[in-house]
């Protein structure tokens, strides 16, 4: 039968986030039904709940950086138990077929992947709804195994700002002797600093705010650089093999291009929107440069990078917030003040009103 679960959701685009009841979909044969602990509070969950990108669906439950337990499993599943500590991204589900999928990159799903919340199920229909909330069922294929060694609090924002920066870092295959720079210190690119760091890269931070410096340092960086000063900019010209750029609106990427070694690749995971100011092709025709971009990462990929912060004993620095606390968290999002990233403890829920 369905199950009648506690959460917070958007009812419309203007309306703060509030307690709503709502039903999940009956657990299938091949279902995980897991009890969150902890879910993370990611940029784009504002972005949506307030329609930014269009298409939003209403109600809405956010949510898609879950770390919980196992409550049941279906016939079909063997690889969890009642009881394991497991995680959810940002997809659950995928057509599991095209080329994408089958090289385990659901999120370039040819068919588009099934989304944590605001998304169609692609079985039944019905809505899909985030990690606001008390319970969430999944297929077995989209589910993570939480590794002992990972704190579950700095584990969550692990499968969304992680994943994210790993799978970039992974894909041009960065390690010992490259020199990369991470663009942006908030939760994604603190990630970055810390995944190059442990990676074996000499690692920098592009920063247009001076007081960063020994918080980069703390994170993994080598180096700082004020990209607002035309001095320091041109002391690193043609030196990066590898940029991370992590900002989330648009910003100017020549300066950044013009600081790339012949073959050097610019990788964009925040950026949504068109680039502007345009680039000027030329910053890479004469240095054989690339501008590129990589979105989340696929689930083979996430579990390898929750085993490779298991080893390097790495996770996301968090805040941890009540439910009740939402909407203050999304105004000190919006204000660059959090380092790095909230985190819900949905025991909350329990007393919320």
């Not at 995980?32 to 902890?38: M, P, T």
Request: glycine share 12%; proline share 5%.
């Amino acid at each position: 039968m369905a199950l009648s679960i506690r959460g917070y959701a958007a009812q419309s685009a203007t309306t703060p986030l509030a307690p709503h009841q709502f039903e999940r979909r009956d657990p299938r044969a091949d279902d995980v039904v897991i009890d969150i602990l902890y879910c993370g509070v990611c940029h784009s969950d504002i972005h949506q709940a307030r329609n930014e990108w269009g298409g939003s669906l209403y109600p809405m439950v956010p949510g898609h950086e879950i770390i919980g337990r196992v409550a049941s499993v279906g016939a079909q599943v063997d690889r969890f138990k009642p009881g394991d500590l497991v995680g959810v991204g940002c997809m659950v589900d995928s057509c599991q077929h095209c080329a994408a999928c089958t090289q385990g990159l659901e999120q370039y799903c040819k068919e588009m992947p099934t989304f944590t919340y605001n998304s169609t199920d692609r079985r039944d229909g019905l809505m899909t709804y985030g990690g606001y909330s008390e319970r969430i069922v999944v297929n077995d294929k989209f589910v993570l195994r939480v590794p002992d060694g990972v704190d579950p609090k700095s584990a969550a924002p692990l499968l969304c700002a992680g994943i994210t920066t790993w799978s970039p870092l992974r894909h041009w295959k960065v390690g010992k002797g490259h020199k990369v720079a991470v663009v942006g210190l908030g939760g994604l690119g603190h990630m970055g600093l810390k995944f190059a760091k442990a990676l074996g890269a000499d690692v920098t931070l592009f920063t247009r705010s001076p007081g960063k410096e020994g918080e980069a340092r703390r994170l993994g960086a080598d180096h700082v650089v004020l990209s607002t000063d035309p001095d320091q900019m041109a002391a690193v010209a043609g030196h990066f093999d590898f940029i991370l750029d992590t900002v989330p609106h648009q910003h100017d990427l020549n300066p950044y291009l013009a600081t790339l070694k012949l073959d050097g690749v610019h990788v964009l995971v925040g950026l949504v929107e068109p680039v502007n100011p345009p680039v000027h092709s030329g910053g890479l025709i004469f240095g054989r440069r690339s501008l590129a971009g990589s979105l989340i990462g696929g689930i083979a990929e996430t579990q390898e990078m929750l085993d490779f912060c298991a080893k390097h004993g790495i996770g996301a620095d968090v805040e941890m917030i009540g439910i009740q606390d939402i909407n203050e968290a999304y105004g000190r999002m919006l204000n660059s003040d959090v380092r790095y990233r909230f985190v819900i403890d949905i025991a909350s829920l329990k007393t919320a009103a």
